[in-house]
T-cell receptor, first 113, second 116 residues
Framework: DVKVTQSSRYLVKRTGEKVFLECVQDMDHENMFWYRQDPGLGLRLIYF???????EKGDIPEGYSVSREKKERFSLILESASTNQTSMYLC????????????FGPGTRLTVL | AQKITQTQPGMFVQEKEAVTLDCTYD???????LFWYKQPSSGEMIFLIYQGSYDQQNATEGRYSLNFQKARKSANLVISASQLGDSAMYFCAMREGHRGRRALTFGSGTRLQVQP
């Protein structure tokens, strides 16, 4: 079974802190994604990566950066956390096929105080 | 413009009855894929069913089927014989084109509550 894990289920940080959200997948998938989920808005793409060190901005990249130094690991970085970044963050991975399903991690609920 | 529209924020259904969750989409790409995911209260996203734009038949997976009406650009999820465990958020999503971005575009979701 494909497994996507995220470093924390719940995280509380203070405004201005640098925050790292880690995601690891164990199925050698080429693509990895970070989404943000807010009530009434569904999931919105922050960034995705299609190979090591390769990344593309999604729909809402402002205030975020990403890092993919190894194929299995994709990190989301909040350089200076703000209260409007309080949200559920979901990581996903997929193979390179055009219409292959994405496998999701359990999510990290981040609260910024 | 919204690419994926789910107009039902919440739905109720009686146990053992069928329910249809609506999804309409907007794309000018002739090649696309449509996905449905389930998100229980625990938070994980569970893939349910996939329909390709060139598929001739509606997709089915167990109790889930997709009512795909290409001309209307709708891809409604039908759950037959609802169970209490079907209570969850349901998201419709689309991937456009072979050369389009690899990520999915999601709708805002429908919360389904199955009543005993």
């Amino acid at each position: 079974d494909v497994k996507v894990t995220q470093s924390s289920r719940y995280l509380v940080k203070r405004t201005g802190e640098k925050v790292f959200l880690e995601c690891v997948q164990d199925m050698d998938h080429e693509n990895m994604f970070w989404y943000r989920q807010d009530p009434g808005l569904g999931l919105r793409l922050i960034y995705f990566s299609y190979d090591v060190k390769m990344k593309e901005k999604g729909d809402i990249p402002e205030g975020y950066s990403v890092s993919r130094e190894k194929k299995e690991r994709f990190s989301l970085i909040l350089e200076s956390a703000s209260t409007n970044q309080t949200s559920m963050y979901l990581c996903a991975s997929s193979t390179s096929g055009a219409y292959n399903e994405q496998f999701f991690g359990p999510g990290t609920r981040l609260t910024v105080l | 413009a919204q690419k994926i529209t789910q107009t039902q924020p919440g739905m109720f259904v009686q146990e053992k009855e069928a329910v249809t969750l609506d999804c309409t989409y907007d794309t000018s790409d002739p090649s696309y894929g449509l996905f449905w995911y389930k998100q229980p209260s625990s938070g994980e996203m569970i893939f349910l069913i996939y329909q390709g734009s060139y598929d001739q038949q509606n997709a089915t997976e167990g109790r889930y089927s997709l009512n795909f009406q290409k001309a209307r650009k709708s891809a409604n999820l039908v759950i037959s014989a609802s169970q209490l465990g079907d209570s969850a958020m349901y998201f419709c999503a689309m991937r456009e084109g072979h050369r389009g971005r690899r990520a999915l575009t999601f709708g805002s979701g429908t919360r389904l509550q199955v009543q005993p």
